[in-house]
């Protein structure tokens, strides 16, 4: 506010120096509306540097805070604000997110035998998808079977995307759907720009864990027999 102030007051000043006839009084007036505009830009650098140093040490106490959660093998986000991490001596996954970097961690523990289904999404659709074969249904759509789409590579639409994320299913009662982004933009990007392209490849690897996780353990699942 002191800065909008200085500054507010250092453009009356030049209006004033172009206002009055006096020469005496336009150069006094245009040389303080100059020196205030220079305070202010001043204040305003000293103000935004403050504010990056001050972000930058939030992202790193919260990327601290992430990695010290036990894994193996792990992923952050690009803002800090979120993480996937598997930690195979204890065969557990953790996601772990905030909402900005003032709130509180919130960490889900799920166990590798209570994973049920992963899927890729690009922008709500399914282009790829596993599940455990012994658990009928999918709990990814409402009461129907996730098909995975075929992609029509001559319609526009195919050549942008908004977002992608990696979707799990876990016998989790609280929360049982999970997902975690790796690309997210306001604006569509080309499938051909590297950001898209890195965020699929790493998208794509985590799916590949995930996978082997579910397979690993569908056969020491035994399936319910529904009685007639």
């Known amino acids: 506010m002191k800065t909008f102030f200085v500054?507010?007051?250092?453009?009356i000043y030049l209006l004033l120096a172009n206002a009055?006839?006096?020469?005496?009084?336009?150069?006094?007036?245009?040389?303080?509306?100059?020196?205030?505009?220079?305070v202010g830009s001043i204040?305003?650098?000293k103000e935004r540097n403050s504010y990056l140093k001050w972000l930058e040490d939030m992202r790193e106490a919260s990327e601290r805070e992430l990695l010290a959660i036990p894994h193996t093998q792990c992923i952050l986000s690009e803002n800090s604000l979120s993480a996937l991490l598997l930690d195979e001596p204890t065969n557990t996954l953790y996601f772990a997110s905030r909402e900005n970097l003032e709130e509180e961690l919130i960490k889900k523990v799920i166990h590798f035998d209570k994973i049920y289904e992963v899927a890729i999404v690009e922008d709500e659709i399914f282009i790829?998808?596993?599940s455990n074969h012994l658990i009928s249904g999918s709990l990814l759509e409402d009461e129907q079977d996730v098909e995975v789409e075929e992609i029509d590579e001559d319609d526009p639409a195919?050549?942008?995307?908004?977002?992608?994320?990696?979707k799990i299913v876990a016998d989790n009662l609280s929360d049982p759907i999970l997902e975690y982004v790796f690309?997210?933009?306001e604006e569509p990007i080309s499938r051909e720009e590297d950001e898209y392209l890195e965020?699929?490849?790493l998208c794509e690897k985590w799916y590949q864990k995930i996978s082997v996780i579910i397979k690993r353990y569908e056969l020491e699942r035994v399936?319910?027999?529904?009685?007639?």
């Open 158 to 166: 195919y050549n942008t995307v908004s977002q992608l994320a990696l």
């Open 223 to 228: 399936p319910i027999r529904h009685w007639q």
């Open 183 to 185: 690309l997210d933009e």
């Open 43 to 45: 204040h305003y650098l």
């Open 128 to 130: 790829a998808r596993t």
């Open 7 to 11: 500054f507010f007051l250092g453009i």
């Open 199 to 201: 965020s699929l490849e």
């Open 20 to 38: 009055v006839e006096s020469i005496l009084f336009n150069r006094l007036y245009f040389l303080i509306g100059i020196v205030l505009i220079i």
